[in-house]
Structure formats: C-alpha cells, structure tokens
C-alpha cells in the first residue's frame, strides 16, 4: 500500500521560506508525474504544483515565481521550496499524483503551512 509524508510546514512570517518534503513509499514513483496541493480552510483542495518525471513542471498562477518543485527518484521523495510566502499561502499542503494522472493514492495529513502577516 502506497503511504504519503508530508513534512516541513510551520509557520513563518510574510515574505519568509520554507522547504516541504513529502516521501511515497509502496510505489514506483519514478514513473508518476507529482504534484503538491493545497486546501485552505473552507475551501477546496486545489494543486499549486507538478512535476513530471522527467522534471519539467508546471505552477498555478497563484504561485509562479515563489514556489518550486522538485524530485529525487531515488529517494522517492517530492519536495516544494517556498519563497516570498504570502498569508494567502496559509493551508494544509499535501502531495500526490498529478491531477490528471490515473489511481490517486490516498492521501496523507498534509503539512500545515501558516504565514502570518
């Protein structure tokens, strides 16, 4: 069974960082593209970003230029560096596959990022 681990949340200031590492075990994770989401509360889950396998990536809007994905297949571990963090950027961010990939895992508890204004 496929179990994710988010980590690396906290809470920080506007304009701080901070680096989000999230480990798969159970699958073979080199040939999945990756995402990390996000869910605010009272709001829907929504992806902030993806990484394919071969490392190219794609941003929301929300989000482009401040947070950068990326992976290390040899450790199956997805990470999620953030910059310039806004208190918009306050949620509980998970990762997983791709929107668009087939058979999600379940999901893990996420990490709470808050960022305080």
């Known amino acids: 069974q496929v179990q994710l681990v988010e980590s690396g949340g906290g809470l920080v200031q506007a304009g701080g960082s901070l680096r989000l590492s999230c480990v798969v075990s159970?699958?073979?994770?080199?040939?999945?593209?990756m995402a990390w989401y996000r869910q605010a509360p009272g709001k829907q889950r929504e992806w902030v970003a993806i990484?394919?396998?071969?490392?190219?990536?794609n941003y929301a809007d929300s989000v482009k230029g401040r947070l950068t994905i990326s992976r290390d297949n040899a450790k199956n571990t997805v990470f999620l560096q953030m910059t310039s963090l806004k208190p918009e950027d306050t949620a509980v961010y998970y990762c997983?596959?791709?929107?668009?990939?087939?058979?999600?895992?379940?999901w893990g508890q996420g990490t709470q990022v808050t960022v305080s204004s």
């Open positions: 997983n596959k791709a929107p668009y990939e087939l058979g999600l895992y379940s």
């Open positions: 159970g699958s073979i994770f080199r040939l999945s593209a």
């Open positions: 990484i394919r396998s071969g490392g190219s990536a």
